[in-house]
C-alpha cells in the first residue's frame, strides 16, 4: 500500500461524547481503506494513520484487527436498518416486492459491506473475544427485534415475532448469496469453465429476484393462500 502522509497524532479524547467520536474516527478511516484496498491488505497501523491518531490509540478502542472489522460490520448493518426503518415508516403504500427492491438496493449500494460481513461471522467463533462478540449480537437482536415489530404493525397479517425472523432469513440469504457469487473469490476466474455454469451470474440481478420473491412470498402472497 502506498505510503501516506502522517498526519500528527491528536490528543487523547476524555470524555464520553469524545471517546464516541474518536472511535467513529478511527472507524470511517478503516471503512475508507476497505473500500480503496480492500480488506484483509489493510493493518492497524494503515487504520491509525488514516485517522491521524498513534497507534496507540486505535488499540484504546479495539482490542485487534479483527475488533475493527466487526465494528465496520456493526455501522454497516445500522446504515442499512436505517434504510430499513424509513421505508417501513414512509406512509406511501409498500407491498413486498417494494420491500425486496429497497432492500437489495441498499445492500448493493455499499457492496463492501458484505465482504465485512461475510468475513465477521466466521472471525467471531475464533478471532474474537466472546463479551465483544455477544454484545454484537444483542444490539443486533435488538434492531431486529424493533423493525421486526414496525413491520409486523405495516402487515396486519404477521404473527408476533415473525418480523425479526423475516429480516434474518433476508440477511442470510444475502450473505449466502454474496459468498457463492463473491467476484472477489479465487473460484471466479475458473467459473466459466463447464459444470459450474450456475455460479457465473450476476450477483446484484440474482440478489434483487431473490430478495423480491421472498418478500412477496412472506408479505402479499401469504393472505392470498390463507383465504383461498
Same mark, same amino acid.
Given at each position: 500500500?502506498?505510503?501516506?502522509?502522517?498526519?500528527?497524532?491528536?490528543?487523547?479524547?476524555?470524555?464520553?461524547?469524545?471517546?464516541?467520536?474518536?472511535?467513529?474516527?478511527?472507524?470511517?478511516?478503516?471503512?475508507?481503506?476497505?473500500?480503496?484496498?480492500?480488506?484483509?491488505?489493510?493493518?492497524?497501523?494503515?487504520?491509525?494513520?488514516?485517522?491521524?491518531?498513534?497507534? @496507540?490509540?486505535?488499540?484504546?478502542?479495539?482490542?485487534?484487527?479483527?475488533?475493527?472489522? #466487526? *465494528? $465496520?460490520? !456493526? %455501522?454497516?448493518?445500522?446504515?442499512?436498518?436505517?434504510?430499513?426503518?424509513?421505508?417501513?415508516?414512509?406512509?406511501?403504500?409498500?407491498?413486498?416486492?417494494?420491500?425486496?427492491?429497497?432492500?437489495?438496493?441498499?445492500?448493493?449500494?455499499?457492496?463492501?459491506?458484505?465482504?465485512?460481513?461475510?468475513?465477521?461471522?466466521?472471525?467471531?467463533?475464533?478471532?474474537?473475544?466472546?463479551?465483544?462478540?455477544?454484545?454484537?449480537?444483542?444490539?443486533?437482536?435488538?434492531?431486529?427485534?424493533?423493525?421486526?415489530?414496525?413491520?409486523?404493525?405495516?402487515?396486519?397479517?404477521?404473527?408476533? @415475532?415473525?418480523?425479526?425472523?423475516?429480516?434474518?432469513?433476508?440477511?442470510?440469504?444475502? #450473505? *449466502? $448469496?454474496? !459468498? %457463492?457469487?463473491?467476484?472477489?473469490?479465487?473460484?471466479?476466474?475458473?467459473?466459466?469453465?463447464?459444470?459450474?455454469?450456475?455460479?457465473?451470474?450476476?450477483?446484484?440481478?440474482?440478489?434483487?429476484?431473490?430478495?423480491?420473491?421472498?418478500?412477496?412470498?412472506?408479505?402479499?402472497?401469504?393472505?392470498?393462500?390463507?383465504?383461498?
Amino acid at each position: 500500500m502506498a505510503k501516506k502522509i502522517q498526519k500528527p497524532p491528536q490528543n487523547r479524547a476524555i470524555s464520553a461524547a469524545a471517546k464516541f467520536e474518536r472511535r467513529n474516527q478511527i472507524l470511517q478511516a478503516a471503512n475508507e481503506l476497505v473500500k480503496r484496498h480492500g480488506l484483509m491488505t489493510i493493518s492497524v497501523a494503515d487504520v491509525a494513520r488514516q485517522a491521524g491518531v498513534a497507534k @496507540g490509540t486505535v488499540y484504546l478502542y479495539f482490542k485487534t484487527k479483527e475488533e475493527i472489522y #466487526l *465494528g $465496520l460490520h !456493526q %455501522l454497516w448493518l445500522d446504515r442499512k436498518f436505517d434504510a430499513f426503518h424509513a421505508m417501513i415508516q414512509d406512509p406511501q403504500p409498500i407491498d413486498g416486492s417494494n420491500i425486496g427492491a429497497t432492500m437489495a438496493k441498499a445492500m448493493l449500494a455499499e457492496s463492501h459491506g458484505l465482504v465485512i460481513a461475510s468475513t465477521c461471522h466466521s472471525l467471531m467463533e475464533s478471532h474474537i473475544d466472546l463479551e465483544t462478540a455477544l454484545d454484537f449480537k444483542l444490539k443486533l437482536a435488538q434492531r431486529l427485534g424493533t423493525l421486526g415489530t414496525l413491520l409486523e404493525k405495516r402487515f396486519g397479517h404477521l404473527i408476533p @415475532g415473525s418480523g425479526a425472523r423475516l429480516l434474518v432469513r433476508a440477511y442470510a440469504m444475502t #450473505l *449466502g $448469496l454474496w !459468498q %457463492l457469487m463473491d467476484t472477489t473469490s479465487r473460484y471466479h476466474q475458473h467459473e466459466t469453465l463447464k459444470g459450474v455454469e450456475v455460479f457465473n451470474t450476476d450477483f446484484a440481478t440474482e440478489l434483487h429476484a431473490a430478495l423480491a420473491a421472498f418478500w412477496h412470498g412472506a408479505l402479499d402472497d401469504l393472505p392470498k393462500r390463507k383465504s383461498t
